[in-house]
T-cell receptor, first 115, second 114 residues
Framework: ETGVTQSPTHLIKTRGQQVTLRCSSQ?????VSWYQQALGQGPQFIFQ???????GRGNFPPRFSGLQFPNYSSELNVNALELDDSALYLC??????????????FGEGSWLTVV | KQEVTQIPAALSVPEGENLVLNCSFT??????LQWFRQDPGKGLTSLLL?????REQTSGRLNASLDKSSGRSTLYIAASQPGDSATYLC?????????????FGKGTKLSVKP
């Protein structure tokens, strides 16, 4: 049990639709990151939020966007869904400034299927 | 840009065997490296975090080592059990240490046979 909770756990969307995934960080954690994991691959970094500001972004198009709220919970939004967006989306939180070297804790993920 | 490679991609061993999983990374300017476990259809569980100032980190039957100069880390599992069956991922920071920007290997899928 990492204390990081994600919702929904599974969902199916149609190509072209929009989706919002939610993450509740572990208590006291001010840094949240989102990752996409396709089948058989390692997770790929989407972006990170630190104290409600975006603090780093991976190689994902602008239709992937996010928010971090004052309570440090977070959302990942994906517009204009494509079939290749089908993946496990993982949220991770940590308590330290980026680079400080604290352990990162992951949630169980949200399985997104785009048909 | 950091690249992480894990070998082997899959490993099957009989119960009780000691085993080593390998991880290599291209950019040695890292502050730490982390090993994770992932069960099928689940999220990632952190196993060990090794700081760059350390050479080893131990937790129960697990021991992870870090050699920055050679760009390698190993995860040693002693006396393997069927419950150890999972995919093991290592992750190194990109750009010299941004904690949030982890680069993962593709993982080693471990199967421990009773």
């Amino acid at each position: 049990e990492t204390g990081v909770t994600q919702s929904p756990t599974h969902l199916i969307k149609t190509r072209g639709q929009q989706v919002t995934l939610r993450c509740s960080s572990q208590s006291g954690h001010n840094t949240v990151s989102w990752y996409q994991q396709a089948l058989g691959q390692g997770p790929q970094f989407i972006f990170q939020y630190y104290r409600e500001e975006e603090n780093g972004r991976g190689n994902f198009p602008p239709r992937f966007s996010g928010l971090q709220f004052p309570n440090y919970s977070s959302e990942l939004n994906v517009n204009a869904l494509e079939l290749d967006d089908s993946a496990l989306y993982l949220c991770a939180s940590s308590s330290a400034l980026p680079g400080a070297g604290n352990t990162i804790y992951f949630g169980e993920g949200s399985w997104l299927t785009v048909v | 840009k950091q690249e992480v490679t894990q070998i082997p991609a899959a490993l099957s061993v009989p119960e009780g065997e000691n085993l080593v999983l390998n991880c290599s990374f291209t950019d040695s300017a890292i502050y730490n490296l982390q090993w994770f476990r992932q069960d099928p259809g689940k999220g990632l569980t952190s196993l060990l975090l090794i700081q760059s100032s350390q050479r080893e980190q131990t937790s129960g039957r697990l021991n992870a080592s870090l050699d920055k100069s050679s760009g390698r880390s190993t995860l040693y599992i002693a006396a393997s059990q069927p419950g150890d069956s999972a995919t093991y991922l290592c992750a190194a920071p990109d750009y010299g240490g941004s904690q949030g920007n982890l680069i993962f290997g593709k993982g080693t899928k471990l199967s421990v046979k009773p």
